[in-house]
């Protein structure tokens, strides 16, 4: 007889499938806040942001609209366009940034070393700044995130042949951007 995994809705009353959630999908999440954020003690706490996110909105998820990676993808880039918000108000407001929780000597320098191994990442991100949003976000989502287009889609709310109009844009949009070769900007076609 076959276990069955737990769903999204059970994790926020059952700690093991929060756990086992946690676990499946903590790379995948670092790696994400590594490519969009270059400060370990950011990506630190935003790795715990957006698992607190998916506790609290868990039974929002609907799996005919997507995957649970896609839905998490969006639950992480709703929190990093959080983040970024706060940050500038913050800035507005002429104010530093303090309350940082510490880290162990090793968990800074596996940050660094992610953050080290996501820089070309970073690099490709920086690229697509002139891009629109609309077409910058799913690009970052097929190309840097290695998300399959419907899983992009999903995770951005769109539907999956405007996902592909989009791309398509984008891609021919970047090709004629300075310093960006073909291969970064065909890649994820799969």
Same mark, same amino acid.
């Given at each position: 007889m076959r276990l069955r995994q737990p769903g999204l809705a059970e994790i926020a009353d059952d700690p093991d499938a929060f756990e086992a959630f946690y676990r499946r999908h903590f790379d995948q999440m670092t790696r994400f806040l590594? *490519?969009?954020?270059?400060?370990?003690?950011?990506? $630190?706490?935003l790795v715990a942001e957006v698992f607190l996110a998916v506790l609290d909105s868990a039974h929002t998820y609907r799996p005919g609209r997507g995957s649970e990676v896609a839905w998490l993808y969006g639950v992480a880039r709703n929190t990093v366009l959080a983040e970024r918000r706060r940050a500038a108000r913050e800035?507005?407001?002429?104010? *530093?940034? $303090?309350?940082?929780?510490?880290?162990?000597?090793?968990?800074?320098? *596996?940050?660094?070393?992610?953050?080290d191994a996501e820089s070309p990442a970073r690099r490709a991100l920086q690229a697509m700044t002139g891009l629109p949003e609309s077409e910058r976000a799913l690009l970052e989502l097929v190309v840097v995130d290695q998300l399959t287009v419907p899983e992009a889609a999903a995770a951005l709310g769109i539907r999956q042949g405007t996902a592909r109009v989009r791309l398509h844009r984008a891609r021919r949009s970047l090709l004629r951007v300075p310093g960006v070769v073909p291969p970064l900007v065909m890649e994820g076609l799969k």
């Open positions: 590594a *490519r969009r954020v270059d400060d370990p003690h950011t990506v $630190a706490d800035l507005r407001a002429g104010s *530093r940034i $303090a309350g940082r929780r510490l880290l162990e000597g090793d968990d800074l320098a *596996r940050l660094e070393d992610r953050i």
